[in-house]
């Protein structure tokens, strides 16, 4: 039988009780005393009558408050939340006492060695674990964890060796032996495949607390379930990339490959074999080469910068996309394709094809879905927690504590334009956190160009007058605004404007669902 009293701090109290135990000739199995003004008890199980009458001589003691049974004592709850967890592990475990002597195994240890628990214990931990001296580093003066290799029944195993420490009397710790946990490299591998697998959840990494940025993650997810194209428009550093690879990991894809082609950093005919490939014999060659359309079967091809792809490549690709086939180069057979095209511009495709730059057709085919990643200086809400991510992010790599922002700091990274964007944010930073002496960062250690705070909506040689100037610039909120708001209703509400003037401003401009990337 287990009892737990609550009661006051009060010297003396504690013999009071034992004294009630003493006079009714209770052999006491087991006493503990927490910090929180609890009693513990643990004694032979009582007759239901004796109890009847133990019970109400301990609540009539000065200073107790509650007196009730429990089915564990402290120690044995932890005990067996101990026993539990080592019976779960999957890889061996030791605790050794400070003169490096075996004081408990788990199962895992007791299966390798084919041996029982009484036969492991008080065996030397030096006699069973070789490559490191466990004994002499637990009588070092400075102990800390350890992570080392070692040989433990002749394989290798990485081994982390981990101090225990017991309070003194006096405050200090001292120590009171080791535990030591076995990883072998098949479990290590087997931990850094599913470490390094999508996450459920592919867009989970993505900062997204402003309204513009969250409606963009949204909209993400819903095509990502879909098979056609996507194109996606940001200026440079904004994240298209990520966005791209997020929406192949959670598609129906995801178990392909999400290979890249820069449009932009290529010739054409390197370009052409990169993505479609050649046929044996080709350029000299006596073995073929299968292109990023072939490797990618399956999967997911992500065309960097689209709008750079030269008008000759625009039309192959273009073939790609009507007929749903292609060949590899200076080859005459045709292979299927089985890839979704996943595409990125920092440019204005609609008016690269009023220009006659890029094919009215291969945008129309490409534009099926579309996604319009805003600047950074439109999504203020999210520059703080992007900051504090990359300040965790690059401290854990330099091996030190990630520095606190400054009001002074925040203040300015807020206010800041971010011509570079999301990119830029990061290298700032990365340089900042690692010149950085002191666990704060100021605005003074931000090193951008100070030209970039000043932006004007005006070029400096502009040649037209104030109302031409007004219009163009209207005309640009509202090109990059109709995408979002497609809706003349929506958009007349977002700019608190009546439906016919947004109407009519529309119009004007020309801007509609074919002239503006949807």
Not at 392 to 412: E, I, Q, V, W
Request: proline content about 4%; charged content about 25%.
């Amino acid at each position: 039988m287990r009892l737990e009293i609550s009661c006051q701090d009060r010297l003396g109290i504690t013999q009071d009780v034992l004294d009630i135990l003493v006079s009714h000739e209770i052999d006491l199995r087991g006493i503990e005393i927490d910090e929180v003004g609890k009693i513990y008890l643990n004694f032979p199980t009582m007759k239901f009558a004796d109890f009847q009458h133990l019970m109400p001589k301990i609540r009539k003691i000065a200073g107790i408050e509650d007196v009730k049974t429990t089915a564990f004592m402290p120690i044995e709850r932890e005990q067996n939340q101990l026993k539990a967890l080592l019976k779960t592990l999957p890889d061996p475990v030791f605790s050794v006492d400070p003169k490096g002597r075996i004081v408990l195994v788990n199962n895992v240890v007791l299966s390798y060695l084919e041996k029982s628990k009484h036969e492991v214990i008080g065996c030397e931990i030096g006699d069973l674990i070789k490559g490191f001296n466990i004994s002499r580093w637990l009588e070092s003066k400075n102990i800390s964890a350890q992570a080392q290799k070692i040989r433990f029944l002749e394989q290798d195993y990485l081994a982390d060796v981990l101090p225990v420490m017991i309070p003194d009397a006096d405050g200090t710790n001292i120590v009171a032996g080791a535990v030591i946990m076995l990883k072998s490299e098949l479990r290590l591998g087997q931990q850094l495949t599913v470490f390094h697998q999508a996450s459920p959840d592919s867009f989970i990494s993505i900062q997204a607390q402003s309204k513009i940025m969250k409606k963009v993650i949204h909209d993400a997810k819903r095509m990502a379930e879909l098979d056609g194209p996507i194109i996606i428009f940001g200026e440079t550093g904004t994240g298209k990339e990520l966005i791209a690879k997020a929406c192949h990991e959670a598609s129906r894809r995801c178990q392909g490959q999400f290979l890249v082609l820069s449009c932009g950093s290529l010739p054409d005919n390197v370009a052409e074999t990169e993505l479609f490939g050649y046929a044996p014999g080709s350029f000299g060659q006596t073995e073929g080469k299968a292109g990023l359309l072939e490797l990618a079967k399956g999967g997911s091809l992500f065309l960097d910068e689209v709008a750079e792809m030269s008008e000759q490549l625009q039309v192959k690709l273009l073939r790609v996309l009507q007929n749903g086939s292609y060949r590899r180069v200076g080859d005459t057979q045709e292979k299927e394709v089985d890839v979704r095209i996943i595409c990125t511009t920092q440019k204005d495709l609609g008016k690269l094809v009023q220009q006659g730059v890029f094919r009215e057709d291969l945008y129309y085919r490409l534009n099926v879905l579309s996604l319009i990643l805003p600047p950074l200086r439109e999504r203020k809400l999210d520059i703080l927690p992007l900051a504090e991510r990359f300040l965790k992010l690059h401290s854990a790599k330099l091996g030190r504590r990630a520095p606190k922002l400054t009001k002074n700091c925040s203040d300015y990274l807020q206010s800041y334009p971010w011509p570079g964007n999301v990119r830029q944010l990061e290298n700032a930073l990365y340089r900042a956190v690692s010149l950085l002496e002191g666990n704060e960062l100021d605005q003074e250690h931000i090193r951008v160009p100070s030209g970039a705070s000043v932006s004007s909506f005006v070029a400096e040689e502009f040649n037209g007058n104030l109302d031409e100037e007004v219009k163009r610039y209207e005309k640009d909120i509202l090109a990059r605004l109709y995408p979002s708001f497609p809706s003349t209703r929506q958009l007349a509400k977002k700019l608190g404007l009546s439906h016919t003037a947004v109407a009519n401003k529309l119009r004007e401009y020309g801007i509609n669902k074919h002239s503006v990337n949807l």
